[in-house]
């Protein structure tokens, strides 16, 4: 006996399976998506696992609440769950901040001070002198996880607002990796995780 059973049909075809299948596409589309990342940031230990768990989902939930989408309110829980489970995958994936990055500043005033600061703070710094279009300048470079790139952009600005700087992905590195002892001791919401997750 199907649970479906339980309730009158137009339940279940106007409120139970669309919202069946809002969260099953939630659910396989927010894994997908911290997969998808994943792969990205060279982390192919997990991104099996989550592959085999979004497909399992697939295969099992979606294969049932699809034989009943055949209704407007089904439609818009299909493409509803896909949008939601992007943004959920995302914003997970923010929390868990795995990852470096490379923050390249790029300033007209002397480095100096602000290179002292990084390196007060724990960072590793690069500097370098370069010609820009109005003169001479600063160029600094420095390789740090990525829960630590708001400690990073705050001391640049308290040493110049108005300094320029990008911020880009790196896939691999070695391990001379610096990491800030003031910073160390924080943790986000999913901390232990992403500790675990990015060693």
């Known amino acids: ?28 589309v927010t894994i997908g998506t911290i997969r998808i990342v994943f792969v990205a940031r060279g982390k192919k230990q997990i991104a099996p696992f989550l592959g085999f768990v979004e497909v399992l989902i697939w295969i ?6 699809l ?4 209704n407007w309110p089904s439609y818009l829980a299909w493409a509803g769950g896909f949008a939601v489970g992007n943004y959920i995958g995302l914003w997970i994936e923010e929390k868990l901040a795995i990852g470096n990055l490379v923050i ?4 007209a005033r002397p480095a ?15 500097s370098l002198d370069a010609q820009g279009s109005s003169g001479e300048v600063s160029v600094i470079f420095t390789l740090v996880k990525r829960k630590f790139v708001q400690d990073v952009i705050a001391i640049v600005k308290n040493y110049n607002p108005n300094a320029f700087y990008t911020i880009e992905d790196v896939r ?16 986000s919401l999913f901390g232990n995780l992403s500790t675990r997750i990015a060693k």
């Open 67 to 70: 034989k009943y989408a055949n």
């Open 112 to 126: 100096n001070e602000l290179v002292h600061a990084l390196r007060e703070a724990g960072f590793g710094v690069t």
């Open 172 to 187: 691999f590195t070695s391990d001379t990796i610096f990491s800030p002892p003031a910073a160390a001791g924080k943790k």
């Open 60 to 65: 099992i939930a979606m294969s049932q609440i």
């Open 104 to 107: 390249r500043v790029i300033t």
């Open 1 to 28: 006996m199907s649970f479906t059973e339980n309730f009158s049909p137009e339940f279940t075809s106007w409120v139970l399976i669309p919202l069946l299948i809002f969260f099953s596409r939630v659910a396989d």
